[in-house]
């Protein structure tokens, strides 16, 4: 199978909700969890990060989970607007040489 | 501070014909990266370079992919000759430590 899946493909929120992605990969020995962010016909850019050896992390609306057991991890948006309209990758590290394998995106709308 | 940079934005070539992509990483990134993303999908790694030298290249298709990074700066991408699958986005990202920065990329049409 794939080494990181995303679900869902697709998310519609409306403003002020709150949006969550989950990602979930196979390599057990990944230590590494970066989310992208890649607006349309943009570069993609790290909005946040976790490592193996923390369970969550939280910057201003932004937060990530991980949970190694399980082998997943989720990005977290609160009171979304409309700029956070974007796809989102979520990506994680082949353990044998680091190599970062990432998901096939979330599409995000916010609704207004 | 300057990002990674880029260049072509834009090619659009003839299927069998060559073409090259330059990639100027972020000063004093030792760590530089080229990846294809397709329409819809995540990017993928086509090789990694730790300075100079190629530290992962197994998903480059050797027939018709070559890149180099002579000096350990700035690389290059070429594809001879160009297919119509090869239509896709090639980014370059470049790193000190984990976290990657990505280059705006280069839009390859194979016509």
């Known amino acids: 199978g794939e080494n990181v899946e995303q679900h869902p493909s697709t998310l519609s929120v409306q403003e002020g909700d709150s949006a969550v992605i989950k990602c979930t990969y196979s390599?057990?020995?990944?230590?590494?969890f970066p989310w992208y962010k890649q607006e349309l016909g943009k570069r993609p850019q790290l909005i946040i990060d976790i490592r193996s050896n923390v369970g969550e992390k939280k910057d201003q609306r932004i937060a990530v989970t991980l949970n190694k057991t399980a082998k997943h991890f989720s990005l977290h948006i609160t009171e979304t607007q409309p700029e956070d309209s974007a796809v989102y990758f979520c990506a994680a590290t082949l353990g044998g040489n680091n190599r970062l394998a990432f998901g096939k995106g979330n599409q995000v709308v916010v609704i207004p | 501070e300057a990002g990674v940079v880029q260049s072509p934005r834009y090619k659009i070539i003839e299927k069998k014909q060559p073409v090259a992509f330059w990639c100027n990483p972020i000063?004093?990134?030792?760590?530089l990266y080229w990846y294809r993303q397709n329409l819809g999908q995540g990017p993928e790694l086509l090789i990694r370079y730790e300075n100079e030298e190629a530290v992962d290249d197994s998903q480059l298709p050797k027939d018709r992919f070559s890149a180099e990074r002579l000096k350990g700066v700035d690389s290059t991408l070429k594809i001879q000759p160009a297919e119509l699958g090869d239509s896709a986005v090639y980014l370059c990202?470049?790193?000190?430590?984990?976290?990657?920065?990505f280059g705006p990329g280069t839009r390859l049409t194979v016509l």
């Open positions: 390599d057990s020995a990944s230590n590494y």
């Open positions: 990202a470049s790193s000190l430590e984990d976290e990657q920065f």
């Open positions: 000063s004093g990134h030792n760590t």
